[in-house]
């Protein structure tokens, strides 16, 4: 498949232009030893409230019980396409600390670590695409994860496919549809 640069109305990185969410991944390809390392040592550096990097990934390649059991969270037309990536990962928000104080800021955090991860993944070949359909019980069940451990987001991880024949008519077209943002205009208010 083609690249899907996005056409911005002021210049960005490369590595973010070219940042999507492909549903079409490669079902053969995987990560060598160590291949993720870069993009989760991204994540580690990424900004929180006052340095306490409230977060944790649960990384599983694909053919371990650890990818079926986050496939098998995942709801809706999720379970049709994650299962051909080559590793799912779940982020994870720590959301008090080991006093129950609260970590309010957890989410944000957490969202910032998963954006530099996307762009670092980007900048090594790698595409991520992160989901919000599937059942956090299931994951915190299948994980153990404690009482203050919150999954946010599953996301696939992986090279992407030559074509999106393998993928439903329906997402088929997603895949290959004009990429579109809302206007800069309405998103930014410059106050007086």
């Known amino acids: 498949m083609s690249p899907r640069t996005a056409q ?4 960005i990185l490369e590595s973010l232009s070219n940042r999507w969410s492909p549903r079409a991944f490669d079902a053969n390809h995987e990560f060598p030893e160590g291949a993720l390392r870069g993009i989760f040592e991204a994540a580690r550096w990424a900004p929180s409230a006052n340095n306490v990097q409230p977060w944790h990934f ?8 650890g990818f079926a059991q986050i496939a098998e969270s995942l709801v809706g037309f999720n379970q049709a396409w994650a299962g051909s990536a080559s590793a799912l990962l779940v982020a994870v928000a720590e959301t008090a600390d080991e006093e129950g104080n609260a970590r309010p800021w957890a989410h944000y955090d957490l969202g910032q670590a998963m954006a530099h991860l996307s762009v670092q993944a980007q900048s090594e070949g790698i595409y991520v695409h992160q989901m919000g359909g599937f059942d956090p019980a299931a ?3 299948a994980f153990n994860l404690g009482e203050n451990q919150v999954a946010v987001t599953v996301s696939t991880l992986g090279t992407i496919a030559e074509s999106a024949d393998h993928l439903p008519e329906m997402l088929q077209e997603r895949e290959t549809a004009p990429r579109e943002r809302r206007p800069l205009e309405d998103i930014v208010t410059i106050a007086a």
Do not use: C, Q, Y
């Open 8 to 11: 911005t109305s002021a210049p």
């Open 58 to 65: 649960i990384v599983a390649r694909r053919g371990t019980e």
């Open 139 to 141: 994951l915190k069940a």
